[in-house]
């Protein structure tokens, strides 16, 4: 069974050598290879899972070293696996998702002449996010982790050759580089602490260590988490990352890659709870970045970026439950889940729709299409039923939970941070309804298709359907083939049972428990209250986004709005102050660095050399030609001389 | 007495010299081939001696011995421990490669074609087959004097490399200016490097001024004078000591090169053509950090120690300041060049980190990063001549027209930014953990060149790489045959490395341990023992 | 006759060709010059070794002369043939013993 774990990874990083290597001659069928493949890993987790619910639910983690990696002095890395319910629940997610993207992919980019390469791509996506989560220590963590790094880089920058999307790929990998000292760092904090950085030693030996070593490291690799999922303050990323092809942002931005932080932080529960301040920032990040990615995505009209906003808010929630400790830990892990589905599920809706548009992504050109695409209205439908947290559907019973855990902390933190995850309840249904109405509901206000060369383009567009809509033409909104509305089904259905699934009986708790423990809080206010409180904010934000887009039609420029909407559409200024501090200011200190290079140091050398030069120079005017001088010097030398012998012999 | 191997490894690429440089002008293709034979000759017996070579067994070994000038106790010693045997191979690895990019990078102009006494060919090949045997002497000399005899050679061989062939510019009108810049770097280069041999020369002077004072004959046997240090016949008093380290060091730091010593690297580098750049950052830069952990620590460990610090701050610096310059730059090898020399500071950051992992870390660093900006160099040599430019601005979109070219240029990228997965993470990663356990401000300053690395990387791939497809690059050929084989078996070493480092690790370990006891330090324990830290995993 | 005399004689001899060898232009008053140096050498070298009973003294004055007469053949010549090509004879024409 063990070996199985590697097979698991295996399968799609061979896919991906094989389609990156293969040529041409995979054109055809590489992107069923790949989507094979990803089903092949899908197939292995679910023996794994079969293997692992017929054992008792103590004895279920699973652990194989493949072989020494790094051994060098008293420093260790082995290639080996961990596997138990919270990478299981992992794996599941990343395949069962994954697998259905790439099918999704097949149809989505059947017009691009390197769809072979995609497939690879996202191969190699599913490789580094599987070994991720099931490696057993943190430096192949690591490597799993600038593993999805790279993937991601990759795919947002799949259209490279616009300039926009080779910029946010760019952006991308670099902040969350940022992210990745995080990592690094901890791993050597954790190294001079512990003289390992295995999962097993490390976790079960953290309460021996200093609380400042420990908040040092839950410090660390909050940071890390930030980079990764796109937390506060390093969250820039993720709306540039929409730049990438729509399945992209469904897999990596919104249901797998993102969530990578807030599993480490609850696979290093040990750390965080024995350092208290690391915890706090952690729920500080979360109650803060759920609040900044909810503002953002309700000024945003770019479609994606509006859902990228949301995808930020709900990590928000993850990260705030993990911070919360023991009775956070499982429904952050839930919340995760059900947010796989239907946010996966939201973002090829969203493709869908782009499909169907000329790739429009301006959701103001949008506008009842419920009547052209039913199977996508319906499923966007559900999702944004699950995300806003409708009763009965999944995001209902994952979101409730959060709420009634941030309560449970107890104390004025528990009132300010549930208070928060309150107030994110009511702007998440305000923004998705607004989303929702925008795109689905009132009057068409359908533009003609862009020009594939604007920036916002998915150059998709030049090429799919039957050829007739080129720049200038009014779109003909069509829905989309079997291999995209099949996923989207099947995430829809995932979106509405899920969170109930889970709920009965308490059984993702249960599933759970064993790995990362779990408290009840005792909350101030009773779970019926919260129920209660969050129903009600849910109706406040529907309602405001009905009487502000559905009432009155939507205007196809946007209106000017508050100072807070205008800062809100620039990413509440964060990258105004990146491009002002971090850009500007680097591009300054490089420029004066290379002028220093230039004058000083090297300038330090060449002036020796001219000085030198310029010594001999005059030293060579000593020599004029003149028997008669040479003549004085060999006299004068022979005077000296002589008087130096004759000094000696008088001494 | 049995078949003097050492000797044989760099006898050899020399004999290669010496025939290819004879072959008549005529004759230049058969010229390349002999050359390339002779290569492949020294990289098998390179591989007979990481064969024949017992990590476990003593320090130095294949030893041998002979009387060269008996009058100055100066001999003929050759010995290689891990660290030398594996840069042996390093060294008779790249040149085959290095010679088989050049292929075409030294042909007569159609001019010059019928004189008979020109033949640039040869010369070239000739010259770097003479740069590979006296590297390779280097690496395996024991005797201070005749590291030093052919750590100054190499110089020569060198210097015509550099200020003798450069790239095909786009425009003929430009190779005067062009020939005039590469002159200059290359005297600079030579000038850079004399300066720190002349003082190095009066450092081994020095050491065997002390050595004939204190045991009766002069000696300038590394193992005779470590020897006789450990049993306390040889003491050096205090200033002599770091007098005589600083000497020696200041050699290898201008070689390695070390900030502020640096500046010689990215006009040679940038002025001489791409397998040359390679042949001087991969291969003739390493003699530096490896003499560093060969003669610098083990004959003056007391100074060593002393100058840490310092050493510390430089490489830090060396860091920070080659990765912020490299983001700067416009011309791709100048851009590698500053990148080189944020690696080396890594490397020698490494080196005095003084821990297993740091030192470890730091020599296969050196293998790491010869095998990886190899890679890289060679592939933007390759885009270098098809353009016949050497400005990023002059490129865009090649990733469109050549997707090859573009992709192993990423991968040599990615390995330069230490990819988990490829080669550098591992030795990178290693360095930082050991720098960090013993001073982890270092450590955690070093952490910034990860994001930097990234920066330039990636900045270069974006302006070169994508984007729309530039006029000046459309109809740019893919990697040839030729050129596909010079990268394939760079880029699987990476990949190979990077997933099992083991095979390189296990050589190299007990020779960083010989290091550090000769040095007397011990890693850092860990603040909490983990009691299954050791058994269980 | 004191012998020290000589000796005076001999340091103003040198110093009197040692001023025209650097005050004189024509190469041959020049050349007079440090024959004159040669000779107050050569009396020196007599003087002493009158003084000192020993004939070394003497023996070096006969090969001083046989230097001064090859260097007399040697350097006329060069002035001869220098003065046929620039039709002088003095020294500062010739100035081209520099870089």
Same mark, same amino acid.
Request: charged share 20%.
């Given at each position: 069974m063990e070996n199985l774990i590697g097979l698991l990874v295996l399968a799609p990083l061979l896919g991906a050598g094989i389609l990156l290597c293969g040529g041409r001659a995979l054109d055809r069928v590489g992107h069923w290879l790949g989507t094979l493949l990803a089903a092949v890993s899908f197939a292995l987790g679910a023996v794994l899972f079969a293997d692992m619910l017929g054992r008792d639910a103590e004895d279920r983690a699973l652990d194989v070293t493949v072989f020494q990696w790094v051994p060098v002095g008293g420093f260790r890395a082995d290639v080996g696996f961990h596997l138990d319910q919270l990478s299981m629940t992992f794996v599941l997610l990343i395949t069962g998702v994954g697998t259905l993207i790439h099918l999704y992919s097949v149809g989505y980019m059947e017009h691009d002449e390197r769809r072979r390469r995609f497939f690879g791509y996202l191969n190699l996506f599913l490789a580094a996010m599987l070994l991720l989560v099931v490696a057993d220590n943190y430096l192949l963590l690591y490597v799993g982790w600038e593993g999805v790094g790279l993937a991601s880089y990759l795919l947002i920058g799949f259209w490279q050759h616009k300039p926009s999307a080779a910029t946010a790929a760019k952006k991308a990998f670099l902040v969350n580089r940022v992210g990745d000292v995080g990592l690094s760092i901890a791993i050597m904090l954790m190294f001079t602490t512990f003289g390992t950085f295995a999962f097993d030693p490390v976790l079960g030996d953290a309460?021996? *260590?200093g609380e400042g070593k420990l908040t040092a490291i839950g410090l660390m690799l909050l940071l890390a988490a930030c980079g990764k999922s796109a937390q506060v303050p390093l969250q820039s990323w993720l709306g540039d990352a929409m730049e990438g092809p729509t399945p992209v942002s469904a897999l990596?931005?919104? *249901? /797998?890659m993102v969530t990578a932080g807030v599993y480490l932080i609850t696979r290093s529960g040990a750390i965080f709870e024995g350092a208290p301040d690391a915890q706090l920032a952690v729920v500080t990040v979360g109650a803060v970045t759920l609040l900044f990615g909810a503002i953002v995505g309700c000024a945003k009209d770019d479609i994606k970026k509006a859902l990228a906003g949301s995808t930020m808010s709900q990590i928000g929630y993850m990260v705030l439950a993990a911070g919360l400790g023991p009775i956070g830990y499982v429904f952050a892990i839930m919340h995760l889940v059900t947010h796989g589905f239907f946010k996966a599920g939201l973002f090829l809706g969203a493709g869908s729709v782009m499909h169907g548009m000329n790739d429009e992504v301006d959701m103001r050109r949008y506008g009842g299409l419920w009547r052209y695409m039913p199977v996508t209205f319906v499923t966007f439908g559900l999702g944004y039923l699950a995300i806003i947290g409708f009763? +009965?559907?999944s995001g209902f019973f994952s979101k409730d939970k959060i709420i009634e855990a941030a309560f449970a902390k107890g104390g004025t933190e528990g009132w300010i941070l549930g208070g928060t995850a309150l107030l994110g309840a009511a702007i998440t249904a305000y923004y998705m309804t607004r989303v929702m109405i925008m795109t689905f509901f009132g009057e068409k206000r359908w533009a003609p298709a862009p020009s594939p060369d604007r920036p916002s383009a998915e150059p998709a567009a030049e090429k799919? +359907?039957?050829? /007739?809509? +080129?720049? +200038?033409e009014l779109p003909h909104p069509h829905e989309s083939p079997k291999s995209m509305t099949i996923p989207m089904i099947l995430l829809a259905v995932g979106s509405v049972f899920a969170g109930g699934l889970f709920t009965l009986n308490d059984t993702f708790l249960k599933w759970l428990e064993p790995v990362t423990g779990h408290e009840e809080g005792d909350s101030p206010v009773s779970a019926l209250t919260v129920t209660g409180a969050t129903m009600a904010v849910l109706v406040v934000g529907v309602a405001l986004a009905w009487a502000q887009y559905g009432r009155k039609p939507v205007p196809v420029t946007p209106p000017r709005g508050s100072l807070l909407t205008r800062a809100a559409r620039r990413d509440l200024l964060q990258d105004d102050f990146n491009h002002i501090v971090l850009v500007r200011g680097g591009e300054q200190l490089t420029r004066g660095l290379e002028a220093i290079d230039r004058t000083v140091v090297d300038g330090a050398v060449n002036g020796t050399a001219v000085t030198v030069g310029g010594l001999s120079g005059r030293m060579r005017r000593l020599q004029n030609g003149y028997a008669r001088s040479y003549a004085v010097s060999m006299f004068g030398g022979a005077a000296v001389l002589i008087a130096a012998t004759l000094l000696m012999r008088a001494v | 007495m049995s078949f003097p191997l050492l000797t044989a490894t760099a006898a050899v690429p020399a004999a290669g010299a010496v025939l290819t440089a004879a072959v008549? %002008? %005529?004759k230049r293709e058969a010229a390349k081939w002999l050359a390339l034979l002779f290569a492949l000759a020294t990289l098998g017996l390179a591989a007979v001696q990481l064969a024949r070579f017992d990590p476990d067994g003593k320090t130095f070994q294949l030893t041998e011995s002979h009387a060269w000038i008996a009058d100055f106790g100066v001999r003929y010693e050759l010995g290689v421990d891990g660290i030398g045997v594996v840069l042996v191979a390093l060294t008779a690895l790249l040149v085959p490669f290095v010679l088989l990019a050049g292929w075409h990078d030294a042909e007569p102009l159609e001019t010059a %074609? %019928?004189?008979?006494?020109?033949r640039p060919t040869q010369g070239f090949f000739a010259l770097i087959l003479m740069v590979e045997a006296m590297v390779v002497i280097s690496f395996e000399a024991t005797d201070v004097f005749l590291f030093y005899v052919f750590f100054e050679a190499m110089l020569i061989p060198m210097y015509f490399l550099i200020g003798g062939f450069g790239d095909r510019t786009g425009e003929p009108a430009d190779a005067g200016e062009a020939a005039a810049r590469r002159s200059r770097a290359a005297v600079k280069f030579l000038l850079y490097n004399l300066a720190g041999g002349l003082v190095m020369l009066a450092a081994v002077v020095g050491l065997y001024a002390v050595t004939a004072d204190q045991l009766g004959a002069g000696t300038f046997s590394l193992q005779e004078i470590v020897q006789a240090r450990s049993s306390g016949d040889l003491k050096f008093a205090t200033v002599t000591e770091r007098a005589l380290f600083l000497g020696f060091f200041f050699a290898f730091a201008v070689k390695a090169p070390l900030w502020p010593l640096h500046t010689w690297l990215p006009g040679a580098m940038g002025e001489a053509t791409a397998p040359v750049a390679v042949l001087i950052t991969a291969v003739v830069d390493k003699v530096g950090t490896f003499a560093m952990l060969r003669f610098c620590l083990q004959l003056f460990p007391g100074a060593s120690k002393w100058a840490t610090p310092v050493i510390i701050a430089l490489a830090l610096v060396s860091i920070l300041y080659g990765a912020l310059l490299a983001v700067a730059q416009r011309d791709i090898k100048r851009l590698i060049a500053y990148a080189s020399i944020s690696h080396f500071g890594f490397i020698i950051l490494g080196v005095f980190a003084m821990t297993t992992q740091g030192q470890g870390g730091a020599t296969l660093y050196m293998v790491n990063h010869g095998i990886s900006t190899a890679a890289l160099m060679l592939v933007a040599g390759f885009l270098i001549s098809r353009r016949g430019s050497r400005l990023i601005a002059d490129y865009g979109g090649v990733q469109k027209v050549a997707p090859v070219l573009a992709g192993t240029f990423l991968i040599g990228g990615l390995a330069t930014l230490s990819l988990p997965g490829l080669a550098p993470f591992v030795s990178e990663f290693l360095v930082l953990v050991g720098t960090f356990t013993r001073y982890p401000v270092a450590g955690a300053i070093a952490t910034v060149g990860i994001v930097l690395a990234a920066l330039y990387v990636l900045v270069l791939y974006q302006r070169t790489m994508t984007g729309p497809v530039k006029e000046s690059v459309r109809g740019m050929p893919d990697l040839r045959a030729r050129e596909l084989v010079v990268v394939t078996p760079l880029i699987a070493l990476l990949l190979f490395l990077g997933v099992y480092p083991k095979p390189v690790t296990r050589i190299l370990d007990p020779a960083v341990e010989h290091t550090m006891s000769q040095v007397h330090k011990t890693d850092p324990r860990p603040d909490v023992r983990v009691s299954t830290a050791e058994g269980a995993k | 006759m004191n012998p020290v005399s000589y000796l005076y004689l001999s340091a103003l001899l040198f110093t009197i060709g040692g001023v025209g060898v650097l005050v004189r232009r024509n190469a041959i008053v020049v050349f007079m010059c440090v024959e004159l140096m040669l000779n107050a050498c050569n009396l020196a070298f007599v003087t002493f070794s009158r003084m000192h009973g020993n004939l070394d003294g003497q023996i070096i004055a006969f090969f001083t002369m046989v230097v001064a007469a090859a260097e007399v053949v040697v350097g006329l010549a060069i002035i001869v043939s220098v003065y046929r090509a620039r039709h002088s004879a003095s020294v500062d024409d010739a100035s081209l013993l520099k870089l």
């Open positions: 309460d021996r *260590a990596i931005h919104a *249901a /797998t009763p +009965g559907l799919h +359907g039957d050829g /007739t809509h +080129g720049a +200038g | 008549p %002008a %005529a %074609a %019928a004189d008979r006494r020109w | -």
